[in-house]
């Protein structure tokens, strides 16, 4: 099980940074990605690492502002938001691999198969 937190309200150029803690320790072994879904729109993937930490990957719009890290200590993993638009308003997904160990980072939709209750950003412009 997945739960995401940490979004909020904030103004346009302001930061967030998002949670996610997965309930076991073998979502260690799966890679993670974050999505997000704004209204009337379909859920888009934003970024995603890799099981190992060592690789991420982004989408062209947050590329350069949103950060992904992982804690396989504390069985979590992160969204730092910067330079946040209004955009960017959108209730954000956790998700985990379907595979574990996956030789690369994966950002279709149908690669993961677990998936966070979703957390509220608003960016006011």
């Known amino acids: 099980q997945l739960q995401a937190s940490g979004g909020g309200l904030v103004q346009a150029g302001g930061s967030l940074r998002l949670s996610c803690a997965a309930s076991t320790r073998t979502f260690a072994r799966y890679a993670m990605g974050w999505f997000r879904q704004g209204p009337g729109a379909e859920r888009e993937f934003v970024g995603a690492i890799k099981w190992s930490g060592d690789s991420t990957s982004y989408a062209d719009s947050v590329k350069g502002r949103f950060t992904i890290s992982r804690d396989p200590d504390k069985n979590a993993v992160y969204l730092q938001m910067n330079s946040l638009k209004p955009e960017d308003t959108a209730v954000y997904y956790c998700?985990?691999?379907?595979?574990?160990?996956?030789?690369?980072?994966?950002?279709?939709?149908?690669?993961?198969?677990?998936w966070g209750q979703g957390t509220q950003v608003t960016v006011s412009s």
């Open positions: 998700a985990a691999d379907r595979y574990n160990r996956r030789s690369y980072v994966p950002s279709r939709r149908t690669d993961f198969g677990s």
